[in-house]
């Protein structure tokens, strides 16, 4: 296997068919049943929200490249991140100010996800080859990896496809990952949420105690699936994604007795993202259309892990033309929040830059975002 320096990039691009004039008449009647419908406008203002952030807002060190699908280590004093979309996995030491690679010295095809796992082990996602006909492949193609902490060796194999971003648990070795047919099968593709328990094995790492948890049977086979997170603290509960579901709902299943709550309840896009420390809410990605899928104009905002449904609008990114906030991740502290700059028209997921959002300042955070440790949830 060869490194993956030599990789070639798609472009990711969108392709919409009818005349211009035709696309344009279906963009207005869009746009006035989603006003029509509450929704808030979007892409009506010029610039970059970068150049007009309000003070709870700013942007991360410029010294990061990529700064890509970041995930807290549970102490908040580092993080980890990805150079691209497939790309290499960096850790930022939050004291130093200083970032360090953490893949560089094996060869590899680069990785789609890294997350600590509760052994200080980490776990990736990325693929096991790379097809130069098919540069993007390895996206969709994954694999999961461990990577032994500490160590100068290289990943090894769990034995299992990573597909999308897993949930990984604080206090367990426990995953959560999808098992799917897609991208291979669209309309007939299986997708199924499994668990189980990450084994290192003495240098021969596995997963053990597998077990599905939800499919597409469960959503009259219309939900496309994808965990995100364990809910805080007892982790009893996995936070998931329904995609296709009521165009696409943030939601949560019990894992003792599969119970299924949905937490956002509205006709739009949502997708669930990052849990607080104390599990009384989540933020969620939501774009204001009745696709199945996002197109760009994307932000933030606050799901009430109450079943209410009454969500916070916390960031207003796509009222800058071609812009959005994605991929939303809260500091075990609860004080700041890191995510990144959407632009549309790009791979879904990509970021353009980190951003920091201070809870402890903004005038949206609700006054109930983060309970002691010892208060019940509501």
């Known amino acids: 296997m060869t490194s993956k320096d030599g990789r070639t990039r798609g472009t990711g691009r969108w392709m919409r068919g009818g005349s211009p004039r035709a696309r344009g008449v279906r963009g207005l009647w869009l746009a006035a049943a989603l006003t029509a419908c509450g929704a808030p406008p979007s892409g009506f203002r010029n610039g970059s929200p970068v150049d007009q952030l309000p003070p709870h807002i700013s942007p991360f060190v410029t010294s990061i490249e990529g700064g890509l699908r970041p995930a807290w280590h549970e102490s ?45 082990d980490l776990l990736l996602c990325g693929p096991a080859e790379f097809d130069p006909d098919d540069p993007e ?8 990896w461990l990577l032994e902490s500490g160590g100068g060796g290289a990943a090894r194999p769990l034995g299992e496809r990573c597909f999308e971003g897993p949930a990984v648990a604080r206090h367990s070795m426990r995953i959560a990952w999808v098992r799917t ?32 948890v ?84 994307i932000d933030l905002w606050l799901a009430p892990l109450d079943g209410s449904g009454e969500l916070v609008r916390m960031t207003t ?37 980190l951003l920091v959002y201070d809870l402890a300042s903004s005038l949206l955070t609700p006054a109930d975002l983060c309970a002691p440790a010892s208060a019940s949830r509501d």
């Open 76 to 120: 908040g004093r580092r993080f980890l991140y990805l150079d691209d979309l497939v790309g290499d996995v960096f850790e930022f030491d939050m004291e130093t100010g200083t970032s360090r690679p953490l893949t560089a010295h094996f060869a590899h095809w680069g990785f789609t996800r890294a997350h600590y796992l509760a052994n200080g």
């Open 137 to 144: 492949r390895g996206r969709w193609h994954a694999q999961f």
């Open 181 to 212: 047919d897609l991208p291979e099968k669209m309309l007939t593709a299986r997708s199924e949420i499994w668990t189980g328990i990450v084994d290192p094995n003495e240098g021969r790492p596995r997963i053990i105690e597998a077990r599905r």
């Open 214 to 297: 939800l499919g597409r049977s469960d959503f009259y086979g219309l939900a496309m699936l994808e965990p995100q997170d364990f809910r805080p603290p007892d982790e009893t509960e996995l936070l998931f994604t329904a995609y296709a579901w009521r165009g696409g709902e943030a939601m949560g299943v019990d894992l003792e007795t599969g119970r299924v709550v949905n937490y956002t309840q509205s006709p739009w896009y949502e997708e669930m993202e990052g849990v607080t420390p104390d599990g009384r809410y989540a933020f969620v990605e939501r774009e204001f259309t009745m696709r199945n899928s996002p197109k760009g104009p």
């Open 317 to 353: 990114f796509s009222e800058f033309a071609g812009f959005g906030a994605n991929n939303p991740v809260v500091r075990p502290d609860c004080r700041s929040v890191l995510f990144g700059l959407r632009e549309t028209g790009g791979q879904h997921g990509n970021s353009s830059g």
